[in-house]
Structures are given as structure tokens and as C-alpha cells.
Nanobody
Framework: QVQLVESGGGLVQAGGSLRLSCAASGLTFSRYGMGWFRQAPGNEREFVATINWSGSTTYYTDSVKGRFTISRDNVKRTVYMQMNSLKPEDTAVYYC????????????????????WGQGTQVTVSS
């Protein structure tokens, strides 16, 4: 059974930074692309960032480009997201997810690309 456990969320002032982590178990982590999504109250879950299985390719939604960085450590079976210059509009529950299919050259960007999800971690950015 796949388990994804996020950590690192919290309350931060605008302009501040947070680093999210997602520890994976129950899958051969190094074979699967990983993604981060977020969901604010009343909104649909939206794509934030993705990294392919080897870490060679990353992709971001436009609103976080230049501020967020996704990375992975296949030895530690963990994916990270460094979030800098945070804005109030970044406030949401952040979820990590593992792709359904292994060894995809490009990381997925749609909810349907991902088959396993964490429980989420709250990020709140105050103005």
C-alpha cells in the first residue's frame, strides 16, 4: 500500500519561505514521477509542480515559477518543494502525489496522471 506523508506546512508572513517534504513508502519511489498540488477553500485542486522519475525534468504552474523549486532524493524516497517569496494567494492545503505509470519522461500535470495522494499539509501566508 502506497503511503505519502507530507510535512513542513505552517503559518508564514508574506515574503517568507517554507520547505515541504513528502516521504513515500509502499512503492519503488525511483521509478515514479512526483507532483505537488494545492487546494484552497472553495477551489478545485490545482497543479503546482512536477518532477519526473529521475529528477531530470521539472515543470511549474506559471504563478509559482521563479519562487518554488521541486526536487527529489531517491535514496531517501522523499520529494521536496522549496517555496520562497510566499504570497497570501499561495494559502492552501498542499498535497504530494505519485504518478500512476512509471518511467514517464515528463512529469504529469493533471490530477488524473496521479494515482496516490498524501493527506495534505496546510500552508497559510499572512499579509
Amino acid at each position: 500500500q502506497v503511503q505519502l506523508v507530507e510535512s513542513g506546512g505552517g503559518l508564514v508572513q508574506a515574503g517568507g519561505s517554507l520547505r515541504l517534504s513528502c516521504a513515500a513508502s509502499g512503492l519503488t519511489f525511483s521509478r515514479y514521477g512526483m507532483g505537488w498540488f494545492r487546494q484552497a477553500p472553495g477551489n478545485e485542486r490545482e497543479f503546482v509542480a512536477t518532477i519526473n522519475w529521475s529528477g531530470s525534468t521539472t515543470y511549474y504552474t506559471d504563478s509559482v515559477k521563479g519562487r518554488f523549486t521541486i526536487s527529489r532524493d531517491n535514496v531517501k524516497r522523499t520529494v521536496y518543494m522549496q517555496m520562497n517569496s510566499l504570497k497570501p494567494e499561495d494559502t492552501a492545503v498542499y498535497y504530494c502525489a505519485a504518478e500512476r505509470r512509471p518511467f514517464r519522461a515528463l512529469g504529469g500535470t493533471d490530477v488524473s496522471d496521479f494515482g496516490s495522494w498524501g493527506q495534505g499539509t496546510q500552508v497559510t501566508v499572512s499579509s
